[in-house]
């Protein structure tokens, strides 16, 4: 019985094995299945608008400087556009969140939009954006912003419209209707409103505010007609990336932009891998325990602001800034060579 057994499984592999070869020669006869050409991991997009080519990369988050006595620091933050132009960073924007618009007067939010604005002059992309604000409200902004040189202004889907969707529409087909430049979406929407807001026609980009797993489906559904970046770190990019995505917020680009515009080349040369271990050891370490008191701490360690920051945001003591620094020194960065501590 043993040998029968041994022998009826000889038979059966011998049986595959002549299966298997007759199927691989079947295989080899048929025609190939063509998938096209293999393409580049990083593609540049294509049939884009102007405003849509542009905004691509790292994106400088402005986080409105301040004085140590409290007022808005011009001259700090120009000295951080052009550090950060001088590396390739080829975007800038403000946000009701990073550049803390709660904690600013509607003429201080207009002067920190236009300061940027001037400091790019052109060099870079420039994108405004509204506050928590009504229509009328967010329609006076946005023409200012325009009026300034903004080549976009981005909209915030306010918080009294996010409970009635035709509400949240009319807002925002009203401020668009009132500009000629592109506007930005941001904040979280659902599948239904975001179909019929792709339908305005200025609408280009969007800041998304939801959960990844929403990031990617609404990449999928509206890439194409969106160029559609994350509401956080170069971590978020990776993410969205293999579904079209082409924007990114980068932290590092607003005090050592040279290692954000690092991460956005290696991108571009397609060595994803390469580019994440960098997020892994700089930009997301730095963002996991993010506060805009750190953020300002930052900007003061790196040469180009002070620490002080407005209420209800915390400022950092000297013991915490031995801290942030021995966190740099300990990545190989030192805030000395920026021209800092």
Not at 145 to 161: C, P, R, T, W
Not at 313 to 320: G, L, N
Not at 321 to 331: N, P
């Amino acid at each position: 019985m043993v040998n029968g057994i041994i022998e009826n499984r000889a038979t059966s592999r011998r049986g595959f094995l002549g299966f298997a070869a007759g199927t691989a020669a079947a295989l080899l006869a048929r025609p190939a299945v063509s998938f096209g050409e293999p393409q580049p991991l990083f593609v540049a997009p294509t049939g884009r608008t102007k405003f849509q080519q542009r905004l691509l990369g790292p994106i400088y988050s402005n986080p409105c400087p301040f004085t140590a006595d409290l007022r808005l620091d011009d001259a700090a933050q120009k000295k951080a556009i052009d550090r950060a132009i001088a590396q390739g960073i080829g975007v800038f924007a403000t946000t009701a969140g990073n550049t803390k618009y709660t904690t600013l007067s509607f003429d201080e939010i207009r002067q920190v939009n236009r300061v940027m604005i001037e400091s790019v002059a052109g060099r870079a992309l420039t994108i405004a954006a509204t506050g928590d604000w009504d229509t009328p409200h967010a329609v006076e902004f946005a023409k200012y912003a325009e009026s300034v040189g903004a080549d976009g202004v981005q909209v915030l889907n306010s918080q009294q419209f996010r409970e009635n969707e035709d509400e949240s529409f009319n807002h925002f087909k009203t401020v668009a209707a009132a500009v000629k430049c592109p506007i930005v979406l941001h904040g979280k929407f659902s599948d239904t409103l975001l179909a019929r807001l792709v339908e305005i026609d200025n609408v280009e980009a969007m800041k998304e505010d939801h959960a990844l797993e929403d990031y990617v489906r609404q990449q999928i559904d509206h890439g194409k007609r969106l160029v559609i970046f994350g509401g956080g770190g170069e971590n978020r990019f990776y993410i969205g990336w293999p579904y079209g995505a082409q924007a990114y917020y980068a932290t590092f680009s607003t005090f050592a932009p040279d290692i954000a515009a690092r991460v956005w080349k290696i991108i571009q040369n397609g060595d994803i891998r390469a580019a994440a271990a960098l997020t892994a050891r700089y930009d997301y370490p730095y963002i996991r325990t993010f506060t805009h008191g750190k953020w300002h701490a930052t900007l003061e360690l790196f040469g180009l602001a002070s620490r002080q920051v407005r209420p209800p945001h915390k400022v950092f003591t000297d013991e915490q800034m031995a801290e942030l620094r021995h966190f740099f020194v300990s990545r190989g960065i030192d805030p000395a060579a920026y021209g800092g501590k």
